[in-house]
C-alpha cells in the first residue's frame, strides 16, 4: 500500500502534470484502456470529462492523441460548468465552441514515432489513480518533484522517446 505522505506527493504531480510514452498514435480509448490499463468500465463511467489539447472530447474511439498531446481526464464535476463539460451530458451543446468534434478529431497525424503525451489527472480521478500510475511508470520534470519522491527518481527508460522540450524529465517508476 502507498504510504500516505508518498500519495499526496502523486496526487499532486498527477494535478501538476505527467508525461506517458507512447510508440504511435492512437485512439483516446486505446491510450486510456490499454496504454494506461484503465478498464472499460472505469473509463466509461468514472471519467466524466475529458480535456484533448485544452478542448472537450466525447469520442473515445474518434479522437487520437499525436505528439504534443495534453490530456486532462475528471470525475464528475460540481454545477452548471460540470455538467457543461460532462463528456456525452445534456448540456454538451452549449460547449460546441470549446469542443473537438469527431471530424477535427480523426484529422489527428497518424504518427509511426514515439512521442510523450502529458497527462493531468483531477479531483477523485487523481486520487484514484495515483498508485496504480506510480507502479506503471511515468516521466516528470525533475524540478518539480517532491523530497519524498526524490529517492525514488532514475533516468528514462532507454527505449522512450526524446524527452518533451523544456522538462529535464526523470522517470518514476514503484518497484
Not at 470529462?49 to 470525475?75: E, F, H, K, P, V
Amino acid at each position: 500500500m502507498t504510504a500516505p505522505v508518498e500519495n499526496s506527493e502523486l496526487v499532486r504531480l498527477m494535478r501538476s502534470g505527467i508525461f506517458i510514452p507512447v510508440n504511435r498514435s492512437c485512439t483516446l480509448r486505446h491510450f486510456l484502456e490499454d496504454i494506461l490499463g484503465f478498464p472499460r468500465d472505469y473509463v466509461e463511467n468514472r471519467i466524466q470529462t475529458i480535456l484533448l489539447n485544452g478542448l472537450a472530447a466525447d469520442g473515445l474511439d474518434a479522437s487520437r492523441l499525436s505528439a504534443q498531446t495534453r490530456l486532462a481526464l475528471s470525475a464528475a464535476m460540481p454545477g452548471l460548468a460540470g455538467a457543461t463539460l460532462r463528456r456525452d451530458g445534456g448540456f454538451k451543446n452549449l460547449r460546441r465552441d470549446i469542443s473537438l468534434n469527431d471530424a477535427g478529431a480523426a484529422q489527428a497525424p497518424d504518427e509511426e514515432k514515439a512521442f510523450w503525451v502529458e497527462l493531468r489527472l483531477f479531483n477523485d480521478i487523481a486520487a484514484e489513480q495515483a498508485a496504480h500510475l506510480f507502479k506503471r511508470g511515468f516521466a516528470v520534470p525533475a524540478a518539480g518533484l517532491a523530497a519524498g519522491l526524490r529517492g525514488r527518481a532514475g533516468p528514462l527508460p532507454a527505449n522512450a522517446p526524446a524527452p518533451p522540450e523544456n522538462t529535464e524529465p526523470v522517470w518514476l517508476q514503484k518497484e
